[in-house]
């Protein structure tokens, strides 16, 4: 496991923009993130393995794009025309092992962030 550090969060109106990075204190195989908003269950966001291929949820797919960079352990969520229902708190996690994607299980990834808080005024 790795220690996972997200950054950018913070309040939009709708239709802007945020990024979102998540820096990990060592080499990861697979990083992505999830959400989750209030009274709402965990959802999947996106996942992108070492070479770079990024799987999206359909909900963001279009309007988020996730890249990492592998010298710096970092991987990051660019999201663009955001939507109120895109409040949540984003997630950072990591799986340290190769696994196939796509995958939106969270059982599959072993490191997990502390979450910044992404908020969407209409």
């Known amino acids: 496991q790795v220690q996972l550090k997200e950054s950018g969060g913070g309040l939009v109106q709708a239709g802007g923009s945020l990024r979102l990075s998540c820096a990990a204190s060592?080499?990861?195989?697979?990083m992505g993130w999830f959400r989750q908003a209030p009274g709402k269950e965990q959802e999947f966001v996106s996942a992108?393995?070492?070479?770079?291929?990024?799987f999206h949820a359909d909900s963001v797919r279009g309007r988020f794009t996730t890249s990492r960079d592998n010298a710096k352990n970092t991987v990051y969520l660019q999201m663009n025309s955001l939507k109120p229902e895109d409040t949540a708190i984003y997630y950072c996690?990591?799986?340290?092992?190769?696994?196939?994607?796509?995958?939106?299980?969270?059982?599959?990834?072993?490191?997990w962030g502390q979450g910044t808080q992404v908020i969407v005024s209409s």
């Open positions: 996690v990591s799986r340290s092992t190769a696994y196939e994607l796509p995958t939106d299980n969270p059982r599959n990834f072993d490191s």
């Open positions: 060592g080499r990861t195989s697979i």
């Open positions: 992108i393995n070492w070479s770079g291929i990024a």
